[in-house]
């Protein structure tokens, strides 16, 4: 097998499998090399969204939410169930299995695509643009070197674990462990109610466990849009999740059989919580550990990041990089526009890629989903805007689907009609975020989504509503 090729991509999550299939979709030839391994230790090409990240936690969530919906909600529906259990294993192969699904599609992709891959870490060795870089390929067996004129590093993020609290995976959990858990626990601790303490804490809130939240900052869910945040807040609250904001942890101690947290709530009083698993959940940290950034002056920034332009250009000739490893959202969608668009650069195309219009999902119940501008933002830019908003209490499908919580509202420029951004929480606020995307990316003005038929009834007419409540003139509420 020939060492040399067009392109070397580091790291097959969705930032690399896609780049490398976008370039060799372009005529280049390309290798790309995961060191992922799976349970039986061989190939499992996806990175953290499809073997600990995005597609796990979807499957998990689902599962939940089946039996949460079981439980509570088919009875209004004239469905009795009795009975009702979950069988946690059976529900973790499932989601094993969908994850083995993913991996095996990459690698089918990589095939059908003629991209060469090499199952192992690689390592940053030497060389240039002009000579070719030279990267190392540790695997099972032996190192073998590659060499390319153009490398994608796109090697991901890795948890953030807090001082003095290191993942056991058993009591202490990083998001790895906190979708393995094999039994549903009777308490269950998390820091940080971000995106995954959320999402996870959902799942084994909806199986069971006693589920509390400790977050530093006073607001919360401070990256949305503030109603939305409010509004998630009292559903969550409802629910049955125990959120505390201004949380501040003083100390930690972790034993046979749980794990202790002191902590003072907003107003300083000294709290303790004893949970039997405690997820940590404090955001991520760029992933170069192996990938011998210093060996070839690859520069990182100040908090670890490969410092890239805004067309993921390292200071390195030939050397990109895009995904969780550089700056911007951590995002799947976000890691793949970079890879494709790095694809396209490095064939001589000019792609654009707009971080305005990357949408944004949480995959609670009610989802919660948003592009472009925060109501906050733009007060703090100063822009004049208009609101409109729309309760999916009014809309026709959610009663029918017995799912009306939550609302769409749409923000548009005050002058122009220019949408700005547009912030959903209720069901299915994840498929219903795209027509949004698509409308700022054509740079629509809200009277457009006004005057589009959308099917009826559908939980998408909320969203021509919420345009039409723009203009102050909805239809239905
Ligand atoms: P990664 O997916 O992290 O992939 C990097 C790959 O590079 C890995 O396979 C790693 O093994 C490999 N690698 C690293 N170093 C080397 C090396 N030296 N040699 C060889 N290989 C190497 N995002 C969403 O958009 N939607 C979601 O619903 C969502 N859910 C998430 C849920 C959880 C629990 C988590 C943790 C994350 C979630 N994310 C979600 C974020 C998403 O997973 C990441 O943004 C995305 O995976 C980043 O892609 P990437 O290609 O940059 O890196
Ligand atoms: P996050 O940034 O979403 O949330 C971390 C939370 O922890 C924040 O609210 C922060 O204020 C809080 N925090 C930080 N230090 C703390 C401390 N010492 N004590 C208490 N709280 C503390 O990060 P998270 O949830 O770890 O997820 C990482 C990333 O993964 C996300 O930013 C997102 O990009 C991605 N992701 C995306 C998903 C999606 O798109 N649906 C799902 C899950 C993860």
Redesign the pocket.
């Known amino acids: 097998m020939s060492s040399e090729f067009d392109l070397i991509v580091?790291?097959?999550?969705?930032?690399?499998y896609i780049a490398a299939i976008r370039a060799a979709q372009l005529g280049l030839n390309v290798a790309c090399?995961?060191?992922?391994r799976n349970a039986q230790g061989g190939p499992a090409?996806?990175?953290?969204?499809t073997?600990?990240?995005?597609i796990p936690?979807?499957a998990l969530l689902q599962s939940s939410e089946h039996f949460e919906q079981a439980g509570h909600d088919f009875a209004a529906h004239g469905i009795g169930v009795s009975g009702l259990s979950i069988d946690v294993p059976v529900m973790q192969q499932r989601k094993a299995q969908v994850v083995k699904q993913n991996n095996e599609g990459i690698l089918y992709l990589f095939k059908k695509n003629k991209v060469t891959f090499f199952h192992?870490?690689?390592?940053l060795k030497g060389g240039n643009a002009d000579a070719g870089w030279q990267v190392a390929v540790t695997g099972k067996d032996a190192e073998q070197v590659l060499s390319a004129k153009q490398i994608i590093v796109?090697?991901?993020?890795v948890?953030r674990s807090l001082p003095g609290l290191d993942f056991d995976e058993q009591r202490v959990l990083s998001?790895d462990g906190a979708?393995s858990i094999d039994a549903v626990p009777k308490t269950l601790g998390v820091i940080g109610a971000g995106?995954?303490g959320l999402?996870?804490g959902s799942v084994w809130r909806r199986l069971g466990a006693q589920v509390t939240l400790l977050e530093a900052m006073p607001d919360f869910l401070a990256a949305a849009d503030a109603q939305i945040a409010k509004e998630a807040l009292k559903q969550f609250t409802k629910q049955g999740l125990a959120i505390h904001l201004g949380a501040k942890i003083t100390a930690t101690k972790v034993l046979k059989n749980g794990v202790t947290v002191e902590w003072t709530n907003a107003k300083g009083e000294a709290q303790t919580l004893k949970v039997e698993r405690l997820i940590v959940s404090v955001g991520?940290k760029p992933?170069t550990d192996?990938?011998g950034a210093q060996t070839i002056g690859l520069q990182l920034d100040e908090r670890g990041f490969i410092q890239v332009d805004a067309d993921c250009r390292t200071n390195l000739p030939g050397i990109w990089a895009?995904?969780?490893?550089v700056r911007g959202p951590?995002?799947?969608?976000?890691?793949e526009e970079e890879g494709v668009a790095v694809a396209e650069r490095i064939a001589g195309q000019k792609p654009h890629v707009d971080f305005n219009t990357v949408p944004w999902?949480i995959?609670t119940a009610p989802e919660i989903a948003w592009v472009g501008q925060t109501e906050q933002q733009l007060k703090v830019a100063g822009r004049a805007y208009k609101a409109g908003s729309f309760p999916f209490m009014a809309n026709g499908r959610a009663r029918a689907l017995g799912d009306t919580t939550g609302f769409v509202k749409m923000l548009a420029d005050a002058q122009t009609d220019e949408i700005l951004g547009v912030h959903i929480i209720g069901p299915m606020a994840s498929e219903l975020i795209a027509e949004a995307a698509v409308a700022m990316e054509f740079k629509a003005a809200s009277e457009d989504i006004a005057r589009i038929c959308h099917a009826h009834p559908t939980l998408s007419e909320s969203l021509k509503e919420a345009a039409l409540g723009v203009a102050g003139r909805t239809l239905n509420f």
């Open positions: 580091i790291g097959a999550g969705p930032g690399g090399i995961d060191a992922w090409p996806g990175g953290t969204c073997n600990i990240g995005c936690s979807k192992g870490t690689a390592a796109a090697t991901g993020s948890p998001n979708l995106v995954i999402e996870m991520r992933n192996s990938l895009v995904g969780d490893v951590m995002l799947a969608h976000k890691a999902v995959y």
